[in-house]
C-alpha cells in the first residue's frame, strides 16, 4: 500500500512536497491578535498549516501541579495553573482563528492534550489532530481521538519502537489516517540526540503510513537531512521574536528561517531527481568549454602512424572523446592533418577499407 495522507486541501505522500507545520504552539503568549499576525506570516512564509496546542488544566494536571508556585522570568502567572490558563485559548478565540485561517487559505489544527480537548478540538471540525510526544504511550486518549475520525499526527519523542508500535496498533484498526513523527523530547535538541536514522526504520517498519519530524533543534538544516532520508512532515516550532518571553522561543525559528526552510524542502525534493544519471540540456554549454576532444599534437603526414606523442586532449569538446585514444595508437593516417586538428575515426586508412 502506497503510503498517503490528506490535511485540507493537501495531500502527502513520497512524490509530493514535504508538507511543513508552524509549530506556533503558545508562542503567541495567549494574545489573540499576536496568534493572528504569527498566521498571517507563517502563511506568506509558504508553511502549509499553522497549529496550536489545547489543554484543559483542571482535567489534564494534578491540584499539586496546577497550584505549584511557578515564579519565574518565563510565567505568565504565580502558579503553574494560572500560567497555563493565561496562555490557553476559549472558544470565542478559537473561532476568530479558525476564520481568520479560512481567509488566508492556511490549514489550521492543534493538539489535543486532554479528553475534553478533544472534544473541544472535534465540535471546532480541526481537519486534524496532533498528539504530542507525551502522550504516546496514553493509549485511551489515541483511541479516543482515533474515533473522531480524521488525520492524526503522532509525535514518538521519548518512546521505544515497542511503543510506536503499540500506538500504531493502537490507531490504525479505527483510523487508518495516521502520520508518525521521529521526535526527541528535548527543548532545544542537539544535533547528536536527533537519530534521524529512525526515519528509515520507521519507514521500513510502517510502510503504509507518511512519516515525519518534529524538529527542536535550533536550525534548519536537519529538517533538510530528514526530508532526504524520508520524512514528507516536518513541524518546526515558529515565533515572530526569538528573545519573547516564554520557554519555545529560543528554539522556534523567525520569519526569515522559516521562509529560508520552506524554500529548501521544495528545492530538495526537484535536486533529488529521479536517480537516472544523465546528461541535461544545461550542461551542454559549459562542458562544450571544459570537456576535451582527440586532436593532433603537431602536423601530421599521410601514412603516419600514430603514437601516444601525436595526440593531444584539448578543448572545447566537439570531437571524440578522450577515452577512445587507446584506439588510434597505432593506426595509420589516410589523410594529412595540420595540429590542433580534430581526429576522428574517418581519418584512419584502416576506415576506408
Not at 25 to 40: I, S, T
Not at 125 to 138: E, Q, R, T, V
Not at 278 to 284: C, G, K, S, T
Not at 340 to 348: A, K, T, V, W, Y
Request: charged share 25%; hydrophobic share 40%.
Amino acid at each position: 500500500m502506497a503510503r498517503s495522507l490528506t490535511i485540507g486541501p493537501d495531500r502527502i505522500h513520497d512524490d509530493s512536497d514535504c508538507y511543513v507545520i508552524a509549530e506556533i504552539g503558545h508562542n503567541h503568549q495567549g494574545n489573540l491578535e499576536k496568534a493572528k499576525e504569527m498566521f498571517r506570516v507563517a502563511k506568506q512564509c509558504g508553511v502549509n498549516a499553522v497549529k496550536l496546542q489545547k489543554r484543559d488544566n483542571h482535567s489534564l494536571y494534578t491540584c499539586a501541579l496546577y497550584d505549584m508556585p511557578y515564579n519565574n522570568e518565563h510565567s505568565f502567572g504565580m502558579t503553574y495553573g494560572a500560567h497555563r490558563e493565561a496562555l490557553e485559548f476559549r472558544w470565542e478565540e478559537y473561532l476568530e482563528l479558525k476564520r481568520y485561517a479560512n481567509e488566508l487559505c492556511v490549514t489550521m489544527f492543534a493538539t489535543a492534550f486532554d479528553f475534553v480537548s478533544a472534544d473541544f478540538l472535534a465540535k471546532l471540525d480541526m481537519p486534524a489532530f496532533k498528539i504530542a510526544s507525551g502522550d504516546l504511550k496514553n493509549t485511551p486518549l489515541l483511541e479516543y481521538v482515533a474515533e473522531i475520525g480524521r488525520p492524526m499526527i503522532v509525535s514518538t519523542g521519548g518512546g521505544t519502537i515497542e511503543d510506536v508500535q503499540r500506538a500504531y496498533d493502537t490507531i490504525m484498526p479505527i483510523n487508518p489516517q495516521l502520520c508518525l513523527l521521529q521526535s526527541t523530547a528535548s527543548y532545544p535538541v542537539e544535533p547528536e540526540d536527533m537519530n534521524l536514522r529512525v526515519i528509515i526504520t520507521f519507514r521500513e517498519r510502517f510502510p503504509d503510513v507518511v512519516i515525519g519530524l518534529s524538529d527542536h533543534q535550533n536550525g534548519i538544516a536537519m529538517a533538510l537531512m530528514a526530508n532526504v532520508l524520508g520524512a514528507q512532515v516536518i513541524e518546526k516550532h515558529f515565533t515572530l521574536n526569538r528573545a519573547w518571553k516564554g520557554t519555545d522561543h529560543g528554539f522556534s525559528l523567525e520569519p526569515i528561517g522559516l521562509q529560508k526552510l520552506v524554500r529548501d524542502l521544495h528545492r530538495v525534493r526537484a535536486a533529488l531527481g529521479d536517480g537516472k544519471k544523465q546528461p541535461l540540456p544545461n550542461e551542454e554549454k559549459p562542458l562544450f568549454k571544459m570537456g576535451k576532444k582527440l586532436v593532433a599534437a603537431h602536423d601530421l603526414p599521410v601514412g603516419h602512424v600514430l603514437t601516444r606523442d601525436d595526440i593531444a586532449i584539448k578543448s572545447p569538446n566537439d570531437g571524440v572523446p578522450p577515452y577512445e585514444l587507446e584506439n588510434f595508437i597505432g593506426q595509420a593516417l589516410h589523410r594529412r592533418l595540420k595540429a590542433d586538428e580534430n581526429i576522428s575515426f574517418e581519418d584512419l586508412a584502416s576506415a576506408r577499407g
